[in-house]
């Protein structure tokens, strides 16, 4: 019975570099996203082995596991493990805002409910899910597997609805360093080389921000985080800060491994160079081992926009010790 690492962090928090560092431990695998939403173009989306997705060898042993295992699927364009199956405007409708207080949550299940697509759609879906965390896990030779999704709801839905032994890390990072990469992604938010961005397709990001809703897309991210947290009691929950990774990564992954009774590595030295197979952000197609802390927020943020954050989401910065 394979375990599932969920990482919950707001976006461009460093869950991709803290996915591909627990990936180094030989007993476990990271598959990224399993979401597997946001290709852009599935026939030229890139697996972070630089091979095509779709003709990766590790996926494609993926997806045979999964064919044999009944059902019809493909990791690029056939997954069909996340909300993007549901055709019906209602259903998107109720999922879009994230994660909030119980009793508004039993207000959005009632109304999902009354959808029959959902009734019928979410086991399915949700068996998917579970089948493809233990396929990658059997495929890999690993007892545990990563996925950074980060969608809350997602969360939510396999820890009350599948038997999978669910261990969430939560990375938390400062939210100036967060929301600077809302406002210019294609800088500060994908992989160095501008050739690999856009998920290996160098396709530019268009979608930019400015100071007042990058810094309500990171507090709103943190608050659901804190809301779903509070209704999975049960959930094992390891809080990690991004900075303290960088700063030490072989000591913070270890007390990941340790908190789910692995034994401890040596090194981090070429993690990059363990192969991996990971979905998900720019930075897992760079070439470069080497962890260095992001605080280019510190040059780069104006004095008002500063001024912004602190009046937006200053007050849920500094509870998490952002001063
Ligand atoms: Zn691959």
Redesign the pocket.
Known sequence: MPRLVYVMAASHSGSTLLAMLLNAHPQVVTAGELKAVNLGDPERYR?????L?KS????QTVNREMVANGHDFRIHDLARTHFDVFQSPWIQRLLRPLVRAQAWERLRELALALSPEWRHGLPIMLQRSRDLVHAVARVAGAEVVVESSKVGMRLKMLAEHTDLDIHVVRLIRDGRAVALTYMRPAEFADAKDASLRGGGTGANHDHTLDMAAAAREWRRSNEEAEALLAQLPGLPVIQLNYEALCSDPLQEVNCVFAALGLSPIATLDGFRDV????IGNGMRLDSDSRIVLDDRWRQTLSEDELHTFAAVAGGLNRSYGYV
Request: overall charge negative.
């Open positions: 697996c972070s082995c630089h091979a997705l990766c060898d590790f996926w192969p991996h197979h990971v």
